[in-house]
C-alpha cells in the first residue's frame, strides 16, 4: 500500500528528511514515534501530497506522489485523520461522515451535496464501525471530543481508502478517551483491510496498538520494527541520537549498538544478522 525508497526533503538549507525507506502492507497498523522536529508531519504530508518530495520514490495506495496528482483523485485513495477532527459542526453527523465521498461524486453533486442512497447506506455502516449509528442524526457541535474524532474515523473510512494517515489523532483526548479512539481506528481498518501510518507521541500507545513501530531522529529513520523490541536502547535511539551524535565517535559508536550501518535500531541478536549481512 505504501512504498518508499530514499525519500529526501528539504526547505531551503534545512534538510527535514535524509534517504527514508519505508514499506507498509494492507490493514498494517504503523505507529511512527519521534521527538517534535524529528520528520514526522513532514513525512506524512508527503504521504498525503501536502509536500513534494525532493527526491527518492514514493508510492501510496497506487499513486506515484513524485509526479502531480489532484487532491479529487489522491482522496479515492489516502485519507487523513487530524489532530483536531476538523468536523463541521453545525452539520448533523451522517452529513460530516457524507464528506468522505465527495471525492467520489461528480463536481455538481459535490456542490449541492447530492448523495446517492448507497453513499447514506455506508455512511451509516461507518458510524456504526466507531459506535455512533445512533448519533447520526445529531448536530455535531453536540458531540464530545473523543465522539468528534469518531466521527472523523468514520468520515476516513467512507472514502473506502487503501490509505489513512493519522496526525497526533489523539493528542488532545485524555488517556480512556486517547485508547477508545485508537482501537476503533486499529480494529476497522484492519478488517477492512486498509494501511494506516500514525503519529504519536505516547510510547505506551505504540506498545499498545502499533502493528510495527517506525521510529524517526533527526530526518532519519533509527527504528523499525515490532512494539516487543520497543525497549530502552531503542528509545535512545529515537529520542537521545541528537545528544549521541555530539559523542566523540568513539562513544558514539558504543552509545549506539543496535544500529544497523543504515542506521535502523533493531534487537542485539537482529543487529547481528543484519550486520553480518551487510544491511
Not at 17 to 25: A, C, Q, S
Not at 27 to 53: D, H, I, W, Y
Not at 73 to 99: I, P, Y
Not at 120 to 125: G, V
Request: hydrophobic fraction near 40%.
Amino acid at each position: 500500500m505504501i512504498s518508499i525508497r530514499n525519500l529526501r526533503k528539504s526547505y531551503g538549507s534545512n534538510h527535514v528528511l535524509h534517504g527514508i525507506d519505508m514499506d507498509v502492507k494492507a490493514g498494517e497498523f504503523v505507529v511512527m514515534l519521534g521527538l517534535s522536529g524529528a520528520g514526522k508531519s513532514t513525512l506524512l504530508r508527503c504521504m498525503n501530497g501536502l509536500n513534494q518530495p525532493d527526491s527518492g520514490t514514493l508510492q501510496v495506495g497506487g499513486i506515484d506522489l513524485m509526479q502531480k496528482h489532484s487532491r479529487r483523485e489522491l482522496a479515492r485513495h489516502v485519507a487523513m485523520v487530524f489532530q483536531h477532527h476538523n468536523v463541521v459542526q453545525r452539520l448533523s453527523v451522517r452529513k460530516n461522515v457524507l464528506t468522505g465521498r465527495l471525492g467520489q461524486v461528480g463536481t455538481l453533486a459535490s456542490v449541492l451535496q447530492l448523495f446517492r442512497q448507497s453513499d447514506i447506506e455506508l455512511a451509516q455502516q461507518c458510524l456504526e464501525r466507531v459506535g455512533l449509528a445512533h448519533k447520526a442524526d445529531e448536530r455535531t457541535q453536540a458531540l464530545s471530543g473523543g465522539q468528534m474524532q469518531r466521527v472523523g474515523i468514520a468520515r476516513a473510512l467512507a472514502q473506502q481508502p487503501q490509505v489513512i494517515l493519522a496526525d497526533e489523532p489523539v493528542a488532545s483526548l485524555d488517556p480512556k478517551t486517547a485508547r477508545s479512539v485508537l482501537q476503533y481506528l486499529r480494529d476497522a481498518t484492519r478488517e477492512m483491510g486498509i494501511a494506516v501510518v500514525c503519529n504519536l507521541h505516547q510510547v505506551d500507545y505504540a506498545r499498545e496498538f502499533g502493528d510495527r513501530v517506525v521510529g524517526l531522529a533527526q530526518g532519519r529513520m533509527v527504528f523499525d520494527g515490532a512494539p516487543a523490541d520497543l525497549d530502552e536502547a531503542a528509545l535512545d535511539a529515537i529520542y537521545h541520537s541528537a545528544q549521541q551524535e555530539a559523542q566523540p565517535a568513539a562513544q558514539g559508536s558504543e552509545a549506539r549498538t543496535g544500529l544497523t550501518p543504515a542506521g535502523v535500531w533493531l534487537p542485539a541478536s537482529a543487529s547481528m544478522a543484519a550486520t553480518a549481512g551487510g544491511l
